[in-house]
């Protein structure tokens, strides 16, 4: 059993960063070596991907609409995986929820295990 703590959302100005923070935890987290990531859902849409990473940090993904902008990271040491986002837009505004999973692949899928989410909201 894997548990998400999302933490870091907030409001902010277009143009302004923001850090998200995910602590794991569980038995089966402190056991495999799960991969963890981030999903966004804006009112009315559905649930997008955003970034995912793999255990040992080296397999990297990240949607499309924010290369180069976003960067996903973790510190299993901590458990925690951390989602650096700069340059935000108004239509980065979401409820972010973190995901975990064996698989990177699995979480750019859609699959895993999902956090309670943590509101962002950037102002135009």
């Known amino acids: 059993q894997v548990q998400l703590v999302e933490s870091g959302g907030g409001l902010v100005q277009a143009g302004g960063s923001l850090r998200l923070s995910c602590a794991a935890s569980?038995?089966?987290?402190?056991?495999?070596?799960?991969?963890m990531g981030w999903f966004r859902q804006a009112p009315g849409k559905e649930r997008e991907f955003v970034a995912a990473?793999?255990?040992?940090?080296?397999?990297?993904y990240y949607a499309d609409s924010v290369k180069g902008r976003f960067t996903i990271s973790r510190d299993n040491a901590k458990n925690t995986v951390y989602l650096q986002m700069n340059s935000l837009k108004p239509e980065d505004t979401a409820v972010y929820y973190c995901?975990?999973?064996?698989?990177?692949?699995?979480?750019?899928?859609?699959?895993?295990?999902w956090g309670q989410g943590t509101q962002v909201t950037v102002s135009s």
């Open positions: 995901a975990a999973d064996l698989s990177s692949a699995q979480i750019r899928a859609g699959h895993g295990t």
């Open positions: 569980g038995r089966a987290f402190s056991r495999w070596q799960y991969a």
């Open positions: 990473i793999g255990w040992t940090g080296t397999i990297i």
